[in-house]
């Protein structure tokens, strides 16, 4: 029952969608911090995410360790409540999944970021970011939020990200129109 309840929902939002991504590039960098740690993803801790996550999770996040992606936890009190994602290299990225995008030679992607629910409006999120250009402050750093996510919108502009570009993606019947505009001048 469970496999067909996920079929129909599959189907179903393939069927019509009609959302607007959000693409950011960092721009004026402003250090946020927070009382959480903030570690690497490695073999060792990735199972720490299961606080908050379930264990399908655990199978994604070593792929992503196995193509070279960094892995960001923060953690309360050892409890593991927020992970970000890295990837760079001219992998081929989904700020939307009907959107692919290819990195370019100096730019990197932040993606699959999430905060436990007890965790969130404590500057967690924007602090994670903050490592993570710290590491990178060489690169075009991106990263993609639904237009409708109002809080993940203010925590990466709060860092310094501004929007690059908007993806309207129109999904009807299974045909996608993509449209994407510009933001910056």
């Not at 905060?115 to 994670?128: F, L, Q, S």
Request: charged share 25%; proline share 3%.
């Amino acid at each position: 029952m469970k496999t067909l309840k996920k079929l129909l929902n599959y189907i179903k939002l393939r069927l019509y969608i009609n959302e607007t991504i959000v693409v950011y590039n960092l721009k004026n960098y402003q250090i946020e911090t927070s009382v959480a740690t903030i570690k690497h993803a490695t073999s060792e801790n990735i199972k720490d995410v299961l606080y908050f996550q379930p264990q399908r999770y655990i199978n994604i996040f070593e792929n992503f360790l196995s193509l070279g992606d960094k892995g960001y936890f923060a953690y309360l009190q050892d409890k593991c409540i927020h992970r970000s994602w890295v990837k760079s290299n001219h992998q081929i990225v989904y700020p939307h999944w009907a959107y692919p995008y290819k990195l370019k030679e100096n730019e990197l992607f932040i993606h699959y970021c999430e905060t436990a629910p007890e965790a969130r409006g404590k500057n967690i999120y924007p602090h994670v970011l903050s490592n993570i250009i710290d590491d990178y402050k060489d690169k075009d750093i991106l990263i993609s939020v639904d237009d409708e996510n109002i809080a993940s919108k203010k925590g990466v502009e709060k860092v310094g990200f501004r929007e690059r570009e908007r993806v309207n993606v129109l999904i009807i019947l299974g045909m996608k129109f993509i449209k994407v505009e510009s933001q910056e001048l």
